[in-house]
């Protein structure tokens, strides 16, 4: 609290004093009291005056100093009125009784929603779990009467079991270190089965996939890790060009491992390369594809975030897109809460 702001909220009692010393002299010098004696009780009266006022703004600001360090060292800040301690002047105390009672209502109102959000996304979970049944029913049909007609329905399929994962994934994203595990895998095995799980989707696409030196293990979750590949190919699928190819790649970096996913699609624009992993962000390509979200890549950053790896992006138009994804080497990943 500034001085000068404190002086002004005293501005009625300086005045009021002021006024009352004005009043005293005209008395005093209507009694005939000697100007002396006036001039020595006015002087007492203003010394008395500022060293009030200055004790009351040491007082007042060494309070708020200490409500202000309450504050900011405190993580939930929504709790600083139940963390604070009763006031002793009465107008502090009517403050704090209104503080409490709005953080108690807003507390109530924040427990409210955690509540719902929880019920509903649990039940976006169930429901997931529940539409994947017929979705494995109708693709064993499918394998067991293979026509030209059923191995379009097979791509379908494909891109119903990739949107109902994206929403599994998004509702459990929040939470990954509840459901997670970490350990060696073989990086290969994720990506045959990334390829095995999109086969229709490139098959009917036109995809040449290539594996390259891939032979590393690296320490993640091998779920998780693998609908964030998942993402990646379908994105190249999405915006794949003539010839479309998709290489994947690996290499050893002083710590750590890093998988690079390249396509010979029609590339990003340097204008919204930034931009890619931003969510609702489709960009250019997504204006021409009128299926893009903005959701895909910007759940994979955020799930690499939780993960302790990291996702980056090159790309030039027309010449196609590397997405490149690094795991920390060794036996022990940070997951974000």
Not at 135 to 164: G, Q, W
Not at 211 to 220: D, E, L, P, V
Request: net charge positive; aromatic share 12%.
């Amino acid at each position: 609290m500034r001085y000068r702001d404190f002086l002004k909220d005293q501005f009625i009692c300086i005045i009021t004093h002021i006024i009352s010393m004005i009043c005293c002299v005209v008395f005093l010098f209507s009694v005939n009291i000697y100007e002396g004696i006036i001039g020595i009780l006015i002087t007492a009266w203003v010394l008395i005056l500022i060293f009030y006022i200055n004790i009351h703004y040491y007082f007042r600001n060494r309070y708020f100093k200490k409500l202000l360090f309450q504050l900011n060292n405190l993580d939930k800040k929504y709790l600083f009125a139940e963390l604070m301690d009763v006031p002793e002047q009465a107008e502090d105390r009517i403050v704090y009784d209104i503080l409490k009672t709005t953080s108690k209502s807003m507390i109530e109102q924040i427990s409210l929603s955690k509540r719902e959000r929880k019920e509903y996304k649990e039940y976006i979970e169930q429901w997931i779990h529940d539409v994947k049944t017929p979705i494995a029913a109708i693709r064993l049909l499918c394998e067991n009467n293979k026509t030209d007609l059923t191995r379009k329905l097979m791509v379908e399929l494909e891109k119903i079991s990739h949107f109902t994962d994206q929403a599994l994934y998004y509702a459990r994203s929040e939470n990954v270190e509840k459901d997670y595990l970490i350990k060696e895998v073989a990086l290969s095995d994720i990506i045959h089965a990334a390829i095995a799980e999109n086969k229709q989707l490139l098959i009917q696409n036109h995809i040449s996939v290539h594996i390259k030196n891939c032979q590393y293990s690296i320490y993640t979750d091998e779920k998780w890790i693998g609908f964030i590949i998942n993402q990646i190919i379908t994105n190249a699928v999405k915006y794949s060009g003539k010839e479309p190819s998709l290489t994947f790649y690996a290499y050893a970096e002083q710590s750590s491992i890093s998988l690079c996913i390249s396509d010979n699609g029609v590339g990003i624009s340097e204008n919204d390369l930034p931009r890619i992993f931003d969510k609702g962000f489709t960009g250019e390509n997504g204006r021409n594809v009128k299926c893009s979200t903005g959701i895909g890549l910007y759940l994979c950053k955020r799930l690499c975030t939780k993960l302790g790896i990291s996702i980056t992006a090159q790309s030039k138009p027309g010449k196609g897109t590397t997405m490149k994804v690094s795991f920390p080497k060794g036996d022990f990943v940070k997951v974000q809460e």
